[in-house]
């Protein structure tokens, strides 16, 4: 009893309402980062992938994701486009069901927005999942066999969301969401990591064209296993940031992540992105 009331003596001071404002602002930060980072992927995605798929010029994939386009497989390429642009439209989809609610003026907006986040999560995860075992990855089995289990968890996790909304059961379809967007967001998590490591200097070190360096095993499933350990740390301990010195070193950490998200994110939007998407738009103005 005396802890717990000195934790409220503690919360109720200066320190207790700064840091509360720290933590808040400092989350808001890093979904306005992240989502801004995603706006620039899926805006590549749609100018890059999908204006080379409808102009004809579908080898330009192959520039930087060795494989991806094959003339002699139509109906994969096809799947991969579909792929690739309803992976888009999640990424813009994404953050906006984080910062509404089931309920109040904007519940008419999360559940529209949120029926097609999961019908785009479905599309991405079967489509995903038929191409992986359907024509395989560049990396080879390794790859093949990890990019298989995200595509199946993604499917389990849109199936729980939609399951316990229809149900009602908020808490539980708060759990699952948390879950399908932090593995819905993995395409765009792995261009971020690779851009860190790129920016560091390190983009010939377990690297290769390939994608059979030890990075690059490593990269399989670091995609989407450390989003999840993140997601579950949220929703079983979020609540446990209750004292000011847990909030400050939170914010700290959310802050020092939209930074790095930041920088990572202009280094690749003008070092690769944004070139990808010039050639592209001029091979298909001929």
């Given at each position: 009893m005396?802890?717990?009331?000195e934790?409220q003596a503690s919360d109720?001071g200066?320190?207790?309402?700064?840091?509360r404002?720290?933590l808040?602002?400092?989350?808001?930060?890093?979904?306005?980062?992240?989502?801004?980072?995603?706006a620039f992927?899926?805006t590549?995605?749609l100018?890059?992938?999908?204006?080379?798929f409808f102009?004809?010029h579908?080898?330009?994939w192959?520039?930087?994701?060795?494989?991806?386009?094959?003339a002699?497989t139509?109906l994969?390429?096809?799947?991969m486009?579909t792929?690739l642009?309803?992976?888009?439209?999640i990424l813009?989809?994404?953050p906006i069901?984080?910062?509404t609610r089931p309920?109040?003026?904007?519940?008419l907006?999360?559940?529209?927005?949120g029926r097609l986040?999961v019908?785009?999560?479905v599309?991405?995860g079967?489509?995903?999942?038929?191409?992986?075992?359907?024509?395989?990855?560049v990396?080879?089995?390794?790859?093949t066999?990890?990019?298989?289990?995200?595509?199946?968890l993604?499917l389990?996790a849109?199936?729980?969301?939609?399951?316990?909304?229809?149900a009602?059961?908020?808490?539980l379809h708060?759990t699952?969401?948390?879950?399908?967007?932090?593995?819905?967001?993995?395409?765009?998590?792995y261009?971020?990591?690779?851009?860190?490591?790129?920016?560091?200097?390190l983009r010939?070190?377990?690297?290769?064209?390939?994608f059979?360096?030890?990075?690059?095993?490593?990269?399989?499933?670091?995609?989407y296993?450390?989003?999840?350990?993140?997601a579950?740390?949220?929703?079983?301990?979020?609540?446990?940031?209750?004292?000011?010195?847990?909030?400050?070193g939170?914010?700290a950490v959310?802050l020092?992540?939209?930074?790095?998200?930041?920088?990572?994110t202009?280094s690749?939007?003008?070092g690769?992105?944004?070139?990808?998407?010039v050639?592209?738009?001029t091979?298909?103005?001929?």
């Open positions: 005396t802890v717990e009331k934790r109720a200066l320190a207790g309402w700064f840091s404002s720290a808040r602002w400092s989350l808001t930060l890093l979904v306005a980062t992240t989502w801004m980072s995603g992927f899926a590549y995605i100018l890059y992938f999908g204006g080379s102009r004809g579908a080898t330009l192959n520039a930087g994701h060795p494989g991806l386009f094959d002699a139509p994969t390429t096809l799947f486009a792929h642009l309803s992976g888009a439209g813009l989809l994404g069901q984080l910062l309920r109040g003026t904007v519940s907006l999360h559940r529209c927005a986040y019908l785009l999560a599309i991405v079967v489509v995903g999942l038929t191409f992986t075992l359907v024509k395989g990855t990396g080879g089995p390794p790859m066999f990890a990019f298989g289990i995200s595509g199946v993604i389990v849109a199936e729980r969301t939609f399951t316990y909304a229809r009602r059961r908020t808490e708060r699952w969401a948390i879950r399908l967007f932090a593995l819905a967001i993995g395409s765009w998590v261009r971020m990591e690779y851009g860190l490591w790129y920016l560091a200097g010939h070190v377990g690297h290769t064209s390939t059979t360096g030890w990075f690059d095993q490593i990269m399989n499933f670091f995609f296993v450390p989003n999840l350990i993140v579950e740390w949220i929703i079983r301990k979020w609540e446990t940031i209750d004292r000011p010195a847990r909030r400050f939170a914010a959310l020092t992540t939209s930074i790095l998200v930041g920088v990572v202009a690749v939007v003008a690769r992105w944004a070139p990808r998407v050639k592209a738009l091979v298909s103005a001929h």
